[in-house]
C-alpha cells in the first residue's frame, strides 16, 4: 500500500514539474524571482527531449515504486507513457522532437516579453 502512495506522489510531482515548465514562464511574468527555478527545469526538460539518453530520474523512481506496489511498470518515460497519448494517438520519431521544439520556442516568447516588461518599468521609474 505503501509503495502504491508513493508511486502516486512521484506522479504527482512529475506531473506538476511538467506544468511548471510548460506555464512557469507566465508565472516569471508575475514574479521574476521565479525564473531562477524555472529556466533550470526547462534546460533540463529540453535535455530530455532533444538527448536520447537522458531520462528523468522521477520515471525510474515511479516504476520501482510501481513493481513494488505489484503493478506492471511502463516502458519509455513519463511522456510517452501518460501525455503523449493524450495528445497524438500514436507517437511518430520526431515527437519528441517537435515537443522540445514548441517548448524552446514557447518559453523564448514569453521571456522575451517578461524582459521587455522589466526594461518598460525600469524607464517608468
Wanted: charge should be positive.
Amino acid at each position: 500500500m505503501i509503495y502504491h502512495v508513493l508511486a502516486d506522489l512521484v506522479f504527482f510531482l512529475h506531473l506538476a514539474f511538467i506544468i511548471f515548465v510548460l506555464g512557469g514562464a507566465l508565472t516569471v511574468w508575475k514574479w521574476p524571482w521565479l525564473a531562477l527555478l524555472h529556466l533550470p527545469s526547462v534546460i533540463w526538460s529540453l535535455a530530455i527531449q532533444f538527448l536520447p539518453n537522458v531520462l528523468c530520474p522521477l520515471t525510474p523512481l515511479e516504476q520501482v515504486l510501481l513493481h513494488k506496489a505489484g503493478q506492471e511498470g511502463y516502458r519509455g518515460g513519463f511522456v510517452d507513457h501518460y501525455i503523449a497519448p493524450l495528445i497524438y494517438p500514436e507517437v511518430g520519431p520526431r515527437f519528441h522532437y517537435e515537443a522540445g521544439v514548441f517548448l524552446l520556442v514557447m518559453n523564448l516568447v514569453i521571456y522575451m516579453l517578461v524582459i521587455i516588461q522589466i526594461r518598460a518599468r525600469r524607464v517608468k521609474q
